[in-house]
């Protein structure tokens, strides 16, 4: 099993910076892939960041140059650096740990962007 607790969110204005961190507990080894998704009210959940074990990372092309994902592996911590916010990246954030078999996810984190 594995736990994941974000936090982090919060409301910020346009322009505006937050971290998100996504603290993990459990059986961590067979995780492969670390995720960070939203949902907006009304739609889908999608995808916004990954990062795999060997370090390659996906973003998302609207949060591309704004969002950085990295992960803490002494502290089992993955984070999410969002600068340059819009209100269009208001949502809940999902952390999610996915492996072979394996598909965990966090309570989420609110992100409200606005003036």
């Known amino acids: 099993q594995v736990q994941l607790v974000e936090s982090g969110g919060g409301s910020v204005q346009p322009g505006g910076s937050l971290r998100l961190s996504c603290a993990a507990s459990?059986?961590?080894?067979?995780?492969?892939?670390w995720r960070w998704y939203r949902q907006a009210p009304g739609k889908e959940r999608e995808l916004v960041s990954a990062l795999n074990t060997a370090g390659s990372t996906y973003y998302k092309d609207s949060v591309k140059g704004r969002f950085t994902i990295s992960r803490d592996g002494a502290k089992d911590t993955l984070y999410l650096q969002m600068n340059s916010l819009k209100p269009e990246d208001t949502a809940v954030y999902f952390c999610n740990a996915f492996g072979a078999g394996y598909n965990y996810w966090g309570q989420g984190t609110q992100v409200t962007v606005s003036s």
């Open positions: 459990g059986t961590l080894f067979r995780i492969v892939n």
